[in-house]
């Protein structure tokens, strides 16, 4: 199995369940993961990244860690300071559509959206609540660019465009598509060379549906004309995620694998879990597993079943356990406060 990895988790793109993956492989295999410096949970983003704003990084003794997989803005030249050069860069999108959509909601104090009703509006007349020079802009235009580490502002004639996807191939080594995240976790297990149950997960980060709303089809167009570098870049990397499908398993295995996730995701559900799935803040008994609301977005989660064996209620735990908190606890593992 693959065990040094870069994944570049863009926003409200599944990428907080993707993490919970590699939390707990990286977990299991006592690998070390490059933290943000101080026990943060985004390595200074906005910002470029750089190798300094991993805790424990000195150039003068530069020390590489398994796992890179904390919110950033990309630099490739930076990533290669923390990790081994074997390792496997991945990261996964969604639809612009959908994420400008997501995003709206998530960011609704950001520059570009506070003074809106709807997103409608917003699109209506993006430029004059949108701010090139905002120290936020990236949740109103081109997120996907951005996290990318390209400018979302950048003109989208067709040769800038190619050179972005050129450029973006030949740093990631696959990208996967979150509106396929089962086909995605098979073909990530199959190209990590991981065992089933470490791609198998329970939606985390996910909002309500009264939060959701559908944009009429004039929004939709503006959306994508608005976000025109990230729409270019999902429908490339959407095309590539089926050709490599087809490379490395063919639809038929791939159907197979699918299947076997799921059946193995429904046993897991039937042993760990209260009620049929996920619920709202409000109706999580334990708070240690109430995920960070934020914005105007209800973010579910779940209850665990009482009275599980200790080995079990381990294993379930760690797959609802949000992102922040799970941070925090493996932080804490690899870097132990100094006894009092």
């Known amino acids: 199995p693959k065990t040094d990895i870069v994944f570049l988790k863009v926003h409200k793109s599944a990428s907080s369940t993707v993490m919970n993956i590699l939390f707990r492989f990286g977990e299991t295999h006592n690998l070390t993961f490059a933290f943000p410096r101080g026990g943060g949970f985004q390595l200074y983003y906005p910002y470029h990244f750089l190798a300094r704003f991993v805790q424990g990084f000195s150039p003068r003794s530069p020390r590489r860690f398994n796992i890179l997989c904390h919110h950033m803005r990309f630099l ?95 740093s990631f080594d696959f990208v996967l598509i979150s509106e396929y995240f089962d086909e995605s976790m098979v073909l990530l297990k199959e190209l990590l060379c991981w065992d089933l149950d470490s791609v198998v997960s329970f939606p985390l980060n996910t909002r309500d549906s009264s939060t959701r709303s559908t944009l009429p089809d004039w929004a939709v167009e ?32 791939l159907r197979r694998e699918v299947r076997a996730l799921r059946a193995r995701q429904a046993e897991l559900a039937r042993a760990c879990l209260q009620g049929p799935g996920s619920v709202g803040p409000k109706d999580i008994k334990d708070s240690s597993l109430r995920p960070l609301q934020y914005g105007r977005a209800r973010i579910l989660g779940y209850n665990l079943k009482q009275g599980l064996d200790r080995e079990l209620e381990r294993a379930c735990r760690r797959l609802v356990t949000p992102e922040l908190q799970y941070s925090s606890l493996l932080y804490k593992k690899q870097f132990p406060p100094p006894p009092p």
């Open 76 to 170: 490739q030249p930076e990533v290669q300071k923390v990790v081994p050069s074997s390792a496997v860069y991945f990261s996964i999108l969604r639809n612009p559509v959908q994420l400008m959509e997501s995003s709206f909601v998530y960011y609704k104090a950001a520059s570009a959206f506070s003074r809106v009703r709807s997103l409608e509006e917003f699109l209506s007349q993006p430029y004059r609540y949108y701010n090139p020079a905002s120290g936020d802009r990236q949740y109103a235009r081109n997120l996907i660019t951005f996290d990318f580490g390209f400018n979302p502002d950048g003109d989208a004639s067709p040769e800038r465009v190619q050179l972005m996807l050129k450029a973006i191939e030949a």
């Open 222 to 253: 503006k959306l994508k004309a608005w976000n025109r570098l990230d729409w270019e870049i999902y429908t490339h990397f959407n095309r590539t995620f089926w050709e490599r499908i087809d490379r490395a398993m063919g639809r038929e295995r």
